[in-house]
């Protein structure tokens, strides 16, 4: 169990570093966060001359210690609590383990709104990240997918941008399952604005997650480093849409060196907004197309996407002699027994059997003496996506 001065001493570094810094990283495994705290602030101004933390540029530690020598975690920590929220470290029964493979990137702590317990959500939660100014196709297959793994009972995690990431959500509260919304900022700023309301749903029915403490704001660079806590909490990352250059890339890669699953979403070769989850998928990334196929992937052993294949036609289910007898009847006239035999290559009288049994199914009709295809179309196949 973490004590309460380790607790505070995080919420307190969450103010003084930057999300994903591997120097603070460094120096918080070798020192704890007590004691990095306590070096910080021992000499604020850098006036004692030798470091505790060598190799690490002076830029960086004289920022580090003019943010520790102002910050007053338990303020953030009640703010938190205000809202509903709490601080997730490691140590506690809610730090999700796998955020531990990040190594000296890994989260000083986490802010958390939500009811839910998140590592337990964690331990089987899906990514589904993409672009924001997403196609019409593509927020529908974000919206289908999240709803689809929400009803399996998998959690949707996503970063509550607009586009990709909001249907991904959406789709998940929709199904009225587990969404899991990591944000860039505290977890008391909804960010995007717009996306306000969605934000509060998630923090009602799901969990909002962040890095910064309360009232910290977004900036580009957080954005991207958001994506690394967003790929290591999950068992893999799906993307649906993404240019050359998105940042829903950064995340697939950060997955892949993970060794979690990626996988993508195709879309018109044309389109240049499925062109970066092309690229994805001519290197190690996985097609998928639906939440059964993530799931093969991601869950339990035996857990199989159906078998895909085309619609089954009544020709399918005849036996290869009657259907050869069908392709030796030719089109649009009657035509002897003694022709469609020779044809065949069969007897006359099994010719005959044959004939009878495709009349009963209605692909042939009887004119006199000769034999004809009928005119009236059969039943048509099952046109069910995976059907018998």
């Known amino acids: 169990m973490t004590s309460d001065d380790e607790r505070l001493a995080r919420a307190a570094l969450t103010h003084v570093v930057e999300p994903g810094d591997t120097h603070a990283g460094r120096w918080l495994a070798r020192y704890g966060a007590m004691g990095f705290l306590d070096r910080l ?18 830029k960086r530690v004289d920022g580090w210690r003019r943010r520790a020598a102002t910050v007053e975690p338990r303020r953030d920590l009640d703010a938190a609590e205000r809202h509903g929220g709490r ?43 993409g672009a924001r100014a997403c196609t019409p196709y593509g927020a529908h297959m974000a919206t289908t997918l999240a709803s689809g793994l929400a009803e399996q009972g998998w959690v949707v995690v996503s970063g509550a941008a607009f586009g990709i990431d909001g249907a991904a959500h959406r789709g998940a509260l929709a199904a009225q399952g587990a969404t899991v919304a990591v944000l860039a900022c505290g977890v008391d700023i909804p960010y995007p604005r717009g996306h306000a309301g969605l934000i509060g749903r998630i923090a009602e029915q799901g969990v909002v997650i962040g890095e910064l403490p309360p009232g910290s704001h977004p900036t580009p660079s957080r954005f991207i480093l958001r994506n690394r806590v967003i790929a290591a909490l999950t068992r893999g990352t799906v993307v649906v849409e993404a240019e050359y250059r998105s940042g829903s890339l950064v995340t697939a890669r950060a997955a892949a060196r993970l060794g979690r699953h990626t996988m993508g979403v195709p879309g018109a070769v044309t389109s240049g907004l499925s062109a970066g989850v092309h690229e994805l998928l001519r290197g190690e990334a996985t097609l998928v197309t639906d939440a059964a196929e993530v799931i093969e992937l991601v869950g339990d052993m ?24 069908l392709e030796a009847m030719p089109a649009g006239r009657p035509t002897p027994l003694r022709t469609i035999s020779d044809r065949a290559g069969a ?34 196949g099952n046109l069910r996506r995976g059907g018998p």
């Open 302 to 325: 035996g857990q199989l996407a159906p078998a895909r294949r085309g619609p089954v036609l009544p020709r399918d289910l005849l036996g290869p002699g009657t259907v050869r007898v």
């Open 347 to 380: 007897s006359t009288d099994d010719t005959l059997a044959r004939l009878y049994e495709l009349h009963s199914l209605g692909f042939v009709e009887r004119q006199g003496d000769d034999w004809q295809l009928t005119n009236t179309p059969t039943e048509g």
């Open 87 to 129: 601080l997730v470290v490691p140590g506690d029964t809610e730090w999700p383990r796998q955020l531990d493979d990040l190594g000296e990137a890994r989260p000083v702590g986490l802010w958390i709104r939500g009811p839910a317990d998140l590592r337990t959500w964690a331990l089987r939660s899906v990514a589904v990240v």
């Open 41 to 58: 602030r021992a000499d604020p101004a850098g006036a004692l001359g030798a470091t505790p933390f060598p190799g690490t540029g002076e």
